[in-house]
T-cell receptor, first 114, second 115 residues
Framework: QQQVKQSPQSLIVQKGGISIINCAYE??????FPWYQQFPGKGPALLIA?????SEKKEGRFTISFNKSAKQFSLHIMDSQPGDSATYFC?????????????FGKGTKLSVIP | DAMVIQNPRYQVTQFGKPVTLSCSQT?????MYWYQQKSSQAPKLLFH???????NEADTPDNFQSRRPNTSFCFLDIRSPGLGDAAMYLC??????????????FGPGTRLTVL
């Protein structure tokens, strides 16, 4: 119930292409869905996030698509650049008693080749 | 800039020698979290503080302890590090507003090596 399933585990995309990472969840109590970008040796950085009552959110080249009925959401990176090469984690937030608990997907290692 | 700071960035310790990692924040968030992240894995929550209330995850080993002397600072103590404790340790913070569009904000991490 608490799992977030993320795919693919790794992704290779050519520069200028579209990168797509998919996540699925089961727990309908999750109330917010952030994506984190992590470069080697660094902490995860919040990239973009979406509320479950919104079907799409776009920030620059990054778009989240959210399908509440299917309990799925995805990250699209348009015009992928070598600098986007990183590990991406989807997460699902549960608002508990006094804290936000995040359940992370297992991560997708994205490599953008010139 | 408001941020989450972790010191040191790299820590080397010997097997069984206690080590303390520190985290500070200028975000004035009332929740602070400690995660362990091993190579190619997602972060794993160890515990968190809501103000001074400590919340331990059920599967966090007793070897890991934490202190939060004030809002800004939080420490992770590893009493007797084993080789399996070598990992990146991440501190994160969040406000608590009971919903809304906030989430956790991570520091840069401390890479712990156990010899």
């Amino acid at each position: 119930q608490q799992q977030v399933k993320q795919s693919p585990q790794s992704l290779i995309v050519q520069k200028g292409g579209i990168s797509i990472i998919n996540c699925a969840y089961e727990n309908t109590a999750f109330d917010y869905f952030p994506w984190y970008q992590q470069f080697p040796g660094k902490g995860p950085a919040l990239l973009i996030a979406i509320r479950p009552d919104v079907s799409e959110k776009k920030e620059g080249r990054f778009t989240i698509s959210f399908n509440k009925s299917a309990k799925q959401f995805s990250l699209h990176i348009m015009d992928s650049q070598p600098g986007d090469s990183a590990t991406y984690f989807c997460a699902a937030r549960y608002s508990g008693a006094g804290s936000y608990q995040l359940t992370f997907g297992k991560g997708t290692k994205l490599s953008v080749i010139p | 800039d408001a941020m989450v700071i972790q010191n040191p960035r790299y820590q080397v310790t010997q097997f069984g020698k206690p080590v303390t990692l520190s985290c500070s924040q200028t975000l004035n968030h009332n929740v602070m979290y400690w995660y362990q992240q091993k190579s190619s894995q997602a972060p794993k929550l160890l515990f968190h503080y809501y103000d001074k209330d400590f919340n331990n995850e059920a599967d966090t080993p007793d070897n890991f302890q934490s202190r939060r002397p004030n809002t800004s600072f939080c420490f992770l103590d590893i009493r007797s590090p084993g080789l399996g404790d070598a990992a990146m340790y991440l501190c994160a913070t969040s406000p608590w507003k009971g919903g809304g569009t906030d989430t956790q904000y991570f520091g840069p991490g401390t890479r712990l090596t156990v010899l």
